[in-house]
């Protein structure tokens, strides 16, 4: 194989896959649909000249059998007035008419036979292009089904891309770490607002009256006694002074009989 041919069969094939890839199914079987109507047409036409062919020859044959009866008529006239000469003419003429007619019927004949067959192509034409138009109706909702298909796994396959993913979780990572921050932010301020000193005082006696609470709780349910429920009054009020310990123990000497 030379190059010329190589390289000619090399740019057919590039044309070709071209094509190949600008055809659109719908747009194809439309301009087809189109291409066999149009042919359709000019089959009509050329049926209907057939036919008129058909009719003409059938015309011209009766036309000459009519004359070739006239003829004949003439003959016996002339029998009846005595005149055969006149009659033998006539009867020539006549003969020659039946020669065409008979012509012009075997020919009429025969093109009848074949404008039968042209209408019969005609009818099947027809047919099968209201089958193409039918097909070409199915083929054309295949393939937007295809091509909504086609988009839809696209857009999945768009959809699954790992890239969307990732830019999501990192966007999500993003927005967790600014709320981390302001809520760091909230609670420094927090912190650094009012007075530390009356704070700290605050936090002890939310526990201490925590340690209340939990005393009744148990006390409630049970699992004290009346005395360890009394202890925290007792503690607090020796915490408050001595002096009523005091009072207690001078009182419990002067009852004493032996130190009078």
């Given at each position: 194989m030379g190059i010329f041919q190589r390289l000619m069969t090399v740019i057919k094939a590039n044309i070709n896959a071209l094509i190949g890839r600008a055809e659109d199914p719908s747009k194809v079987l439309e301009q087809s649909l189109i291409d066999a109507r149009t042919q359709l047409a000019k089959t009509k036409q050329d049926?209907?000249?057939?036919?008129?062919?058909e009719k003409k020859l059938q015309a011209q044959s009766e036309r000459e059998k009519k004359q070739a009866e006239d003829w004949e008529r003439r003959a016996m006239l002339a029998v009846q007035e005595?005149?055969?000469?006149?009659?033998?003419?006539?009867?020539?003429?006549?003969?020659?008419?039946?020669?065409?007619?008979?012509?012009?019927?075997e020919t009429w004949v025969r093109h009848k036979a074949d404008t039968d067959n042209l209408k019969g192509s005609l009818r099947q034409m027809n047919d099968r292009i209201e089958e193409l138009k039918r097909k070409k109706n199915v083929l054309v909702a295949r393939q937007r089904r295809a091509e909504a298909q086609q988009r839809i796994q696209e857009t999945m396959h768009s959809m699954s891309d790992?890239?969307?993913?990732?830019?999501?979780?990192?966007?999500?990572?993003k927005?967790?770490?600014?709320?981390?921050?302001?809520?760091?932010?909230a609670e420094l301020a927090g912190e650094l607002s009012g007075d530390t000193l009356q704070q700290e005082f605050a936090a002890l006696e939310y526990h201490g009256s925590a340690d209340q609470r939990l005393l009744e709780l148990k006390q409630k349910m049970g699992l004290l006694g009346a005395g360890e429920a009394k202890a925290p009054q007792q503690l607090s009020a020796g915490a408050a002074g001595s002096e009523p310990i005091h009072d207690a123990e001078l009182v419990e000497e002067d009852d004493e009989p032996g130190k009078k």
């Open positions: 049926v209907a000249g057939a036919i008129a062919d005595g005149r055969d000469d006149l009659a033998k003419q006539a009867l020539m003429r006549q003969s020659e008419h039946v020669q065409n007619a008979t012509q012009l019927h790992q890239s969307a993913f990732d830019t999501f979780a990192r966007m999500e990572e927005i967790d770490d600014m709320e981390r921050q302001a809520l760091a932010a």
